[in-house]
């Protein structure tokens, strides 16, 4: 699992300039140091935080922030007060000895938050997903399963669930929602081809009871099973799948849960769902 803090050798003298920090979107929002996490109660502050960190190391424009202070209809003050909330942000991440790796500056025609390398999970997550991604386009599936957990592992829940009552960061947080939804589906893929199918039942079945109609979950659940030798549970879940997606969707199933499907009813050992990672 990719670790977020460093903690210093027993006996090493800690700078405060140096503590260990972290930045967390991937889940509510956490700025955590030296272990601790450290309280931004204030609701306005949060979502520029929020704001500044979802665009790290690109300009955010007082318009946006303004939006995302107030909505569609900001008070004729908004720009006076959003300069408020910046000095107020500014005391906080000097208060807590954030400032030098998370600098917030003046850039037109808004602010810019500079991040450290190594301190925000958003970017952590994207930098694993991107080795893991590589690794698996080089063959190496061992490295690039690995890779995915530790990405995946960053995730404390939904991208900033507490903060998503707005349009700016709702759209952020799904996106980040939809990228964490990628690459567990490309490990899953990972482990399958790696012979995990027994490993993966238990996972799978969690899966499709959090999310039913997910013909993605579903298929491969059907492989798990299957080559776990459970073709009658595999059959069965099948069965229940097409009638729930006729029923509530008033579709057949995809083309992977019918391969998947026919694989089992001919007994095809060899049979490989389309991976969800380059060939």
């Known amino acids: 699992m990719t670790t977020l803090l460093t903690l210093p050798a027993p006996g090493e003298a800690v700078d405060r300039d140096s503590r260990p920090v972290a930045l967390r979107l991937l889940g509510p929002l956490e700025i955590v140091v030296d272990g601790e996490e450290v309280p931004l109660p204030q609701r306005k502050l949060r979502q520029l935080l929020a704001a500044l960190l979802i665009r790290a190391n690109t300009t955010a424009s007082n318009e946006l922030l303004i939006r995302e202070l107030w909505g569609d209809r900001p008070p004729p003050t908004a720009l006076a007060a959003l300069r408020v909330y910046v000095s107020q942000l500014r005391k906080f991440l000097v208060r807590h000895s954030l400032e ?97 199918h027994l490993e993966l039942v238990g996972e799978l079945r969690r899966l499709v009871v959090e999310d039913p109609l997910n013909e993605v979950f579903c298929a491969r659940l059907m492989v798990a099973l299957y080559r776990s030798g459970r073709s009658g549970d595999a059959l069965a879940f099948y069965r229940r799948t097409r009638a729930k997606l006729i029923e509530e969707l008033g579709i057949e199933p995809g083309l992977d849960l019918r391969l998947a499907h026919q694989a089992v009813l001919t007994d095809d050992a060899g049979f490989q769902l389309r991976p969800r990672i380059p060939a």
């Open 100 to 196: 030098g790796r998370c600098t917030l500056g003046t850039r037109a025609p808004g602010y810019r938050m500079q991040v450290a390398d190594g301190i925000l999970d958003v970017a952590l997550f994207e930098q694993q997903c991107a080795r893991a991604l590589a690794s698996a386009e080089a063959g190496h599936l061992e490295l690039a399963s690995q890779t995915y957990h530790e990405a995946l592992a960053l995730r404390r829940g939904p991208a900033l669930e507490d903060l998503r009552d707005s349009p700016v960061l709702a759209g952020a947080a799904l996106q980040h929602d939809e990228a964490w939804a990628t690459a567990l589906k490309r490990r899953i893929d990972l482990d399958l081809m790696l012979g995990r």
